[in-house]
T-cell receptor, first 115, second 112 residues
Framework: DSGVTQTPKHLITATGQRVTLRCSPR?????VYWYQQSLDQGLQFLIQ???????AKGNILERFSAQQFPDLHSELNLSSLELGDSALYFC??????????????FGPGTRLTVL | DAKTTQPTSMDCAEGRAANLPCNHS???????VYWYRQIHSQGPQYIIH???NNETNEMASLIITEDRKSSTLILPHATLRDTAVYYC?????????????FGQGTILTVHP
């Protein structure tokens, strides 16, 4: 158990819909990261927040957005869903913001299925 | 961050050492080598990292060559539970912040 929690575990929805994935980082961790893992693209970094502020962006689609709240939990919002958005979405957390710290603790993931 | 190259798959007998190689010939002086693994579809798990010296922890050892162009992750006594995809990641500081760039990794299968 990494200490990172993600809800829900599974999500099944239809194309065109909007969903919200939630992540609670480990106690004391200020950075939250979101990753997407699909069969054809592998594990891809989406976005990082540190203490409420956006820090780095990866290949995140414009239909996707995220935020980190004052209590440090984070939400990833996916809208206008397409079949290709079906994937595992992982949240990770770390203590620091620094690029030197690559030790991240991953949650169990949310499996999103778009029908 | 520098690109890494790993074998697609490897086998290992239970109880033997598993040696997983990684090439990172374009690594720069301030970049670290990180290893993660992913068991089935669970979240990736941090294993170990190093800059230039060899490192050891309770899970594994990391051997980095003197020129830092390659490294080897060693699981000293592999068990069936070590069957996983192992990712070698080179990561620096600066504007990459916390981003981890995962490649295809090595599928390690530990046999009884």
């Amino acid at each position: 158990d990494s200490g990172v929690t993600q809800t829900p575990k599974h999500l099944i929805t239809a194309t065109g819909q909007r969903v919200t994935l939630r992540c609670s980082p480990r106690s004391g961790d200020l950075s939250v990261y979101w990753y997407q893992q699909s069969l054809d693209q592998g594990l891809q970094f989406l976005i990082q927040y540190y203490n409420g502020e956006e820090r780095a962006k990866g290949n995140i689609l414009e239909r996707f957005s995220a935020q980190q709240f004052p209590d440090l939990h984070s939400e990833l919002n996916l809208s206008s869903l397409e079949l290709g958005d079906s994937a595992l979405y992982f949240c990770a957390s770390s203590v620091e913001d620094s690029g030197r710290n690559g030790e991240q603790f991953f949650g169990p993931g949310t499996r999103l299925t778009v029908l | 961050d520098a690109k890494t190259t790993q074998p697609t798959s490897m086998d290992c007998a239970e109880g033997r050492a598993a040696n997983l190689p990684c090439n990172h010939s374009t690594i720069s002086g301030n970049e670290y080598v990180y290893w993660y693994r992913q068991i089935h579809s669970q979240g990736p798990q941090y294993i170990i990292h190093g800059l230039k010296n060899n490192e050891t922890n309770e899970m594994a050892s990391l051997i980095i060559t003197e020129d830092r162009k390659s490294s080897t992750l060693i699981l000293p006594h592999a068990t069936l539970r070590d069957t996983a995809v192992y990712y070698c990641i080179v990561k620096g500081g600066g504007t990459s912040y916390g981003k981890l760039t995962f490649g295809q990794g090595t599928i390690l299968t530990v046999h009884p």
